[in-house]
């Protein structure tokens, strides 16, 4: 009975569905989003030791008054003078043309030293590590990321000893890494070329390197706050820095690291429940106000029914019934909707996005509640019609 009511008025039911398909919808993407950023948080911070620490200058930073380039001499001085920083490295990047024989991409070129494969905790797979030596005198070398190596090459035994070209330049492979998963800011470090420090500034990057990223490893993870301290004095005096004048670099812990991009993902997660959450509102407000509509056109069906016998508790639960069909039939294209959208999304690399169990659950549970709440008064209004009034009605 109920769906043959709703079959009547086809269109007024798919309108009245239609703000719960959206919002069911809504929900879902919400929890993907989410459930993807969190992911996204976790391969970022992968390789990240606990207790790891980076210093970025100021320069182009939006709001600081202090402006500056951190600077390979930066480097050394914390390592000459910082008690509690057991590993210390500079690091530049950019992007570059690396081509070998006919296959030819473009990937993240990395400019550093050892102390960073420590703190990266990357491993050679086949080959070996620049020498002091080399990196000192700026030779033409270069370690492979694993993505690198499946892409240039046809057979792995010709990987070390092969001339590659890094934006232009000819630079010989001494090794490759075995596969991390983790990510370099926003790049893959499976997806990266590693040269010394000085050969990327002098040949390959130049200007485009960008500023010097400076990561460090404290000596225990019980001194991060201690060592995180030690260098921020070392680099306001090496930077000349008067008393109450601003700091003109950051440093970050891997914890603050981490509860940063968590807190930007939950912040995220929270604009839109809030949205998903008002569209489901809305929706159960035009539920209930296509309920009321029906209980007037049938006034005199009401009238009847109770006429016959039909007693008052049945009438609400054939109302109320409506409502939830609707509400859930709704929920239910919601969540088809929603579910076929990730993976659509997700191969285009429009946004991240992870599919979860709870994302369906909450938006199909919530279309039911939506349908049971903004239902039960226009049924509860049909089940009280006074009989006589209602057979006297148009």
């Given at each position: 009975m109920a769906f043959e009511s709703l079959l009547a008025k086809k269109t007024r039911s798919f309108l009245s569905?239609?703000?719960?398909?959206?919002?069911?919808?809504?929900?879902i993407a919400v929890f993907a989003i989410g459930q993807g950023a969190r992911n996204a948080v976790d391969e970022q911070f992968a390789g990240l030791s606990a207790k790891s620490i980076m210093i970025?200058?100021?320069?182009?930073?939006?709001?600081?008054?202090?402006?500056?380039?951190l600077s390979i001499d930066d480097v050394k001085v914390i390592r000459d003078n910082a008690e509690h920083i057991a590993l210390a490295t500079g690091i530049i990047q950019g992007n570059a043309t690396v081509s070998y024989e006919s296959s030819e991409a473009s990937y993240s070129v990395v400019g550093t030293d050892l102390d960073f494969f420590q703190i990266a905790n990357q491993k050679i797979v086949q080959g070996r590590m620049f020498s002091e030596e080399e990196i000192n005198s700026k030779d033409r070398l270069v370690i492979l990321?694993?993505?690198?190596?499946?892409n240039l090459y046809t057979d792995k035994n010709q990987v070390i000893g092969s001339t590659i070209t890094v934006g232009g330049k000819k630079l010989e492979v001494i090794g490759y890494f075995e596969e991390t998963g983790g990510t370099l800011g926003r790049t893959s470090k499976d997806e990266a070329v590693y040269v010394p420090y000085q050969t990327?500034?002098?040949?390959?990057?130049?200007?485009q390197g960008g500023n010097l990223m400076v990561t460090m490893e404290a000596d225990d993870v019980n001194n991060i706050s201690i060592a995180t301290e030690e260098v921020t004095k070392i680099l306001r005096t090496e930077h000349k820095l008067k008393d109450g004048q601003e700091d003109d670099f950051r440093v970050m812990d891997a914890?603050?690291?981490?509860?940063?991009?968590?807190?930007?993902?939950?912040?995220?997660?929270?604009?839109?429940t809030l949205v998903a959450a008002i569209t489901l509102l809305v929706s159960g407000i035009g539920i209930m106000n296509v309920m009321f509509v029906t209980v007037a056109e049938r006034t005199k069906e009401i009238?009847?029914?109770?006429?016959?016998g039909g007693k008052q508790g049945n009438i609400l639960t054939q109302f109320?019934?409506?409502?939830v069909i609707l509400s859930t039939v709704g929920g239910l294209i919601g969540v088809i909707i929603g579910q076929s959208a990730i993976p659509i999304i997700s191969y285009f690399n429009l946004m991240t996005m992870s599919s979860s169990l709870s994302g369906p659950l909450l938006g199909f549970t919530f279309s039911a509640i939506v349908g049971v709440f903004f239902?039960?008064?226009p049924a509860l209004k049909a089940s009280k019609l006074d009989p006589v009034d209602a057979l006297r009605s148009e």
């Open positions: 569905m239609l703000g719960i398909i959206i919002g069911v919808s809504t929900v970025m200058g100021n320069m182009g930073r939006p709001g600081s008054t202090a402006s500056s380039k990321g694993s993505d690198v190596v499946e990327a500034q002098s040949s390959i990057l130049g200007s914890g603050s690291m981490v509860g940063a991009a968590q807190d930007s993902a939950s912040l995220m997660s929270t604009v839109l009238g009847i029914a109770k006429a016959i109320l019934l409506e409502s239902g039960f008064y």
